[in-house]
T-cell receptor, first 116, second 114 residues
Framework: NAGVTQTPKFQVLKTGQSMTLQCAQD?????MSWYRQDPGMGLRLIHY???????DQGEVPNGYNVSRSTTEDFPLRLLSAAPSQTSVYFC???????????????FGNGTRLTVT | LAKTTQPISMDSYEGQEVNITCSHN???????ITWYQQFPSQGPRFIIQ???TKVTNEVASLFIPADRKSSTLSLPRVSLSDTAVYYC???????????????FGSGTQLTVLP
């Protein structure tokens, strides 16, 4: 199994441009999520999905869209990039995230995004 | 949101045992405590998880007192390769209740010195 795969590894955008960060997992995990990591702030949840066709907002959703058309893929779209979105983005998945479930998260290796 | 508090950084020497304590005063009754390790330029990696008392695996031990308001990650005989950021997590219940929102704090930067 490849686990959680994120592409691209690095990306530079100009302010106002749009792009999609890709995330795919081959573990048949129901739960997928996107975090951003900024220096001194740990990881903050952007959006998450508990299954195909279901998405919801996390702590910092503004400026980002997600969709979940298949179990395997969970792309993150930046609609109009801003310098404040310069960050490292991590995708994570787990078997389930229901009320009584505590399955560990499996993380990708991240996408480093710079917006100029 | 349930918050966790950890030391920002710790130094240790090779071969020593390292204990990192995390406080989580608002932990919910059915929340587990989970620890992750993160190396530079990599995503966090699951280390250990527990609910109460003590849990041990091949990598670490996790000690949780009866009141569950804190937990301690214990790394036996650390090596240089254990230098990383360590995160303590507890789950948060979101209003709709459909999923848990896992909140990461700032983590503890452990530096192992030769």
């Amino acid at each position: 199994n490849a686990g959680v795969t994120q592409t691209p590894k690095f990306q530079v955008l100009k302010t106002g441009q749009s792009m999609t960060l890709q995330c795919a997992q081959d573990m048949n995990h129901e739960y997928m999520s996107w975090y951003r990591q900024d220096p001194g702030m740990g990881l903050r949840l952007i959006h998450y999905s508990v299954g195909a066709g279901i998405t919801d907002q996390g702590e910092v959703p503004n400026g980002y869209n997600v969709s979940r058309s298949t179990t395997e893929d969970f792309p993150l779209r930046l609609l109009s990039a801003a310098p404040s979105q310069t960050s490292v983005y991590f995708c994570a998945s787990s078997y389930s995230q229901g009320q009584e479930d505590n399955s560990p998260l499996h993380f990708g290796n991240g996408t480093r995004l710079t917006v100029t | 949101l349930a918050k966790t508090t950890q030391p920002i950084s710790m130094d240790s020497y090779e071969g020593q045992e390292v204990n990192i304590t995390c406080s989580h005063n608002n932990i919910a009754t059915n929340d587990y405590i989970t620890w992750y390790q993160q190396f530079p330029s990599q995503g966090p990696r699951f280390i250990i998880q527990g609910y109460k008392t003590k849990v041990t695996n091949e990598v670490a031990s996790l000690f949780i007192p009866a009141d569950r308001k804190s937990s301690t990650l214990s790394l036996p005989r650390v090596s240089l390769s254990d230098t990383a950021v360590y995160y303590c997590l507890v789950g948060d219940r979101i209003p709709s209740g459909s999923a848990r929102q896992l909140t990461f704090g700032s983590g503890t930067q452990l530096t192992v010195l030769p």
